[in-house]
């Protein structure tokens, strides 16, 4: 019986040990959970450490920027479509007459001659404007060409050329990869004339090696009687340009021997004419005709009257 008890005792013992460390165990438990003041500023600095984290992270791609760029992108391929059809249409189906066209003449009525020194090229060129450019060698008459279409689609082409009128029915064929080709036709004549689109070549004019400058002759000379108008221009590089009225020009070289002025140009071969010349107190006198020096002042009085108009304008509006 009493080894009974202590046995009993024992565990009695044994159990209020476990109750004891159970309670201390929750207590300390307890105490872990409970926030602390340390446990409030950890959970603070762990916010802070996370809004710190995102602010470094690279910021996502804006889908806004892709929808403005899809527009521009649209628009680039629009534009350069367009370019493209441009390009074809211009390639492969422009029939306009603007540009340069060249005609090979024979210079002998023998058109059969295959011989390529027999021929000289004239070149025509019809420019935006309705003017019209027609070269023979260094030289060039100025006129004016105008095109219309009856409603047949017949296409018609009327000149005007150093005060003549021509008139006669074209059409444009090729493209500008093989060659375009302008063909000028006449009810009256059954003979046609291809003309081939190219650029204007004009034959070179070498400066004769004995010239020299004089500051006598260089400059631009003009001769105006109201009804005509004449002007030479002497370079001072041996060079020389001729302009009649604005309706025919020439280019070409000169040299100044004695008492004569030396001209050479082109026209179906070259071209030497002599121009007698002196110096006179109040001009050039040129062939014994008298032309005064083209020295900038006519625009000069030109832009001084325009100025003076302006301020009078100016203050009358005040």
Do not use: H
């Not at 064929?173 to 291809?194: A, H, I, Y």
Request: proline residues 2%; negative net charge.
């Amino acid at each position: 019986m009493d080894e009974n008890k202590e046995f009993l005792a024992s565990e009695n013992e044994a159990e209020s040990t476990n109750t004891d460390t159970t309670s201390e165990t929750t207590e300390n438990t307890t105490e872990l959970t409970e926030p602390t003041e340390n446990n409030e500023d950890t959970l603070l600095n762990t916010e802070e450490v996370s809004d710190s984290v995102v602010i470094k992270m690279a910021p996502a791609p804006k889908k806004n920027k892709k929808l403005l760029q899809l527009p521009i992108i649209i628009g680039i391929v629009i534009v350069a479509a367009a370019a493209i059809t441009l390009f074809v249409i211009k390639a492969f189906f422009d029939t306009s007459i603007v540009g340069t066209w060249i005609e090979t003449v024979p210079l002998t009525s023998d058109t059969s001659s295959s011989d390529e020194a027999a021929n000289f090229d004239v070149y025509y060129t019809f420019n935006n404007d309705g003017t019209l450019d027609y070269t023979v060698g260094t030289m060039s008459w100025n006129g004016t060409y105008t095109v219309s279409a009856d409603d047949s689609g017949n296409q018609t082409l009327e000149m005007v050329l150093n005060g003549s009128q021509t008139s006669c029915n074209y059409t444009v064929s090729g493209n500008m990869f093989t060659g375009r080709t302008l063909e000028l036709s006449t009810s009256s004549s059954t003979t046609k004339v291809d003309l081939k689109s190219g650029n204007v070549v004009k034959p070179e004019l070498k400066v004769d090696k004995d010239f020299k400058a004089n500051d006598k002759v260089t400059g631009t000379w003009t001769y105006d009687n109201g009804y005509a108008k004449m002007t030479y221009k002497f370079n001072d590089d041996g060079t020389v340009e001729i302009n009649q009225s604005d309706s025919i020009k020439a280019e070409g070289t000169y040299l100044i021997k004695n008492n004569t002025i030396i001209i050479k140009y082109y026209y179906t071969d070259e071209v030497e004419m002599d121009v007698a010349y002196s110096v006179e107190k109040d001009g050039l006198k040129l062939n014994d005709i008298l032309y005064t020096k083209d020295d900038g002042s006519a625009k000069a009085t030109t832009a001084a009257a325009t100025e003076a108009a302006t301020e009078t304008a100016t203050t009358s509006a005040k």
